[in-house]
């Protein structure tokens, strides 16, 4: 079993960065292919990235290509969300997870943090 730990959330201006962490304990880090989901207030909970085992391959939901960058340091059992040009629809609190594999599904994620408000003022 793997526990994780969202942080680096926060309030931020229209056009702002913020630099999502999440943290990893337990089972080895590397076993896992990790995802980052949100979930905005009376919106379905989507997915916004996700990363391979290695970090080899990440896939990016449209509304954040060319924003929005997914990697992970095996080494320091983390993953990490670099956020740039955020938007007020960007507004959610933010969920990593760790799953057996890829995925832009939340339900083939088997951990869940408890997650990190973002919130973005225009």
């Known amino acids: 079993q793997v526990q994780l730990v969202e942080s680096g959330g926060g309030l931020v201006q229209v056009g702002g960065s913020l630099r999502l962490s999440c943290a990893a304990s337990?089972?080895?880090?590397?076993?896992?292919?990790m995802g980052w989901f949100r979930q905005a207030p009376g919106k379905e909970r989507e997915f916004v990235a996700a990363?391979?085992?290695?970090?080899?391959?990440?896939s990016i939901t449209d509304s954040a290509k060319g924003r929005f960058t997914i990697s992970r340091d095996n080494a320091k059992n983390a993953m990490y969300l670099q956020m740039n040009s955020l938007k007020p629809e960007d507004t959610a609190v933010y969920y990593c997870?760790?799953?057996?594999?890829?995925?832009?599904?939340?339900?083939?994620?088997?951990?869940w943090g408890q997650g990190t408000q973002v919130t973005v003022s225009s």
């Open positions: 990363i391979s085992r290695s970090g080899g391959f990440t």
């Open positions: 997870a760790g799953g057996d594999y890829t995925s832009r599904v939340g339900s083939d994620y088997n951990y």
């Open positions: 337990g089972r080895t880090f590397s076993r896992y292919a």
